[in-house]
């Protein structure tokens, strides 16, 4: 993994490293939370939490998947990282971006430019613009020595992903999926941005082409970028990732390099980590346990999934767990050893 190194005071603790080489996040997110409001009769409000109390780091040089259940709201971390989400949206803790407060203004400053988003759907392609014009906007090439070096740089990208040469004159509706999907990534290539977003970049495709676009967010974090992947698919998440994110109810439970995701899963901390692991098809869909559903953030006093695990103590119901380093990872539970 290539982490890049910086002033002591800008560094965070990893365990494992020496102090003179701890590594430095691109991307922080602290006690993110994330709510809307919305009117339930009248004039009244409430609010309904989605995201509460997440943390993660991302590294430039990684890949870091944030995995978990479809629906459960991991795509509200990408927008709120984008500054995308909806107006009735109410957000609280700290995103920060090279060691920056990632604000409003900011979000505006560098969304495309530094931080780019590939996004799930293909529908995020503008229909009414060609794909030379996504690929490579106008604004971006004011002078004619730019535009020589954008000029190199796309004829590079059309070569790298095996991109027609004429495919700028097409409109997306005339791109098979897989054409589609590879415009997007090369939109992030060429914006240059040291922080690429993939939000579930693989939904429908052929096998190949997941594969195949895997492979580029591994390329791009192989040069030197920082690349958060959010993923239902933790056979995918495991095949191109360093490390890996467990999200559930509205956080993450567990962060864990890749390695740890083996045999029986003991050298994972989290219960529900553990239990996604042997649920999976090579580990026999080993079944996760009796217990409730785990509780939404706003009904938890405690842990999320104390009605679930099978390690709960009365301490997991009155009080939330915080994240925690532990044996080369992160966690977010009371009894993890």
């Known amino acids: 993994m290539a982490y890049s190194t910086a002033a002591a005071a800008d560094r965070v603790q990893v365990p494992g490293w020496p102090d003179e080489k701890q590594p430095v996040p691109l991307l922080t997110v602290e006690g993110l939370q994330v709510a809307f409001e919305q009117y339930t009769g009248g004039l009244q409000k409430s609010k309904i939490t989605a995201i509460q109390d997440m943390d993660l780091e991302v590294y430039p040089g990684e890949v870091l998947a944030v995995v978990g259940a479809s629906g459960s709201g991991k795509s509200l971390l990408a927008h709120a990282i984008l500054g995308i989400l909806p107006p009735n949206a109410v957000t609280g803790g700290a995103i920060c971006y090279a060691g920056q407060p990632l604000d ?41 020595e730019q535009r020589e070096r954008a000029a190199a740089a796309l004829r590079e990208v059309l070569q790298r ?36 977003v993939a939000d579930e970049p693989t939904p429908g495709l052929h096998s190949s082409v997941v594969q195949e676009t895997l492979r580029h967010l591994r390329q791009l974090a ?98 939330k767990p915080v994240m925690r380093m532990l044996r080369g990872g992160k966690v977010r539970c009371h009894h993890a050893t």
């Open 104 to 144: 409003a203004r900011q979000q505006d400053r560098l969304r495309g430019r530094e931080i780019a988003l590939i996004p799930q759907s293909v529908n995020f392609l503008n229909p009414l613009l060609r794909v030379g014009e996504q690929l490579l906007p106008p604004g971006r090439t004011p002078v004619a």
């Open 161 to 196: 992903y095996q991109l027609p040469a004429n495919i700028g004159r097409y409109y997306p509706f005339q791109l098979s999926g897989g054409l589609a999907r590879r415009v997007l990534v090369g939109t992030a290539v060429l914006s240059e941005a040291r922080l690429i």
């Open 222 to 319: 192989d040069g030197g970028r920082a690349v958060l992947l959010i993923t239902h698919d933790i056979e995918a998440a495991l095949a191109v990732a360093d490390r890996l994110a467990v999200f559930y109810a509205g956080t993450v439970l567990e962060i864990a390099p890749v390695d740890d995701f083996d045999g029986s899963g003991e050298a994972l901390r989290h219960p529900y980590s553990k239990a996604l692991w042997r649920a999976l098809p090579q580990n026999d869909f080993a079944a996760p346990g009796e217990g409730g559903a785990a509780l939404l953030p706003e009904e938890a006093a405690g842990c999320w999934l104390e009605k679930r695990c099978p390690i709960s103590s009365p301490r997991c119901a009155a009080q």
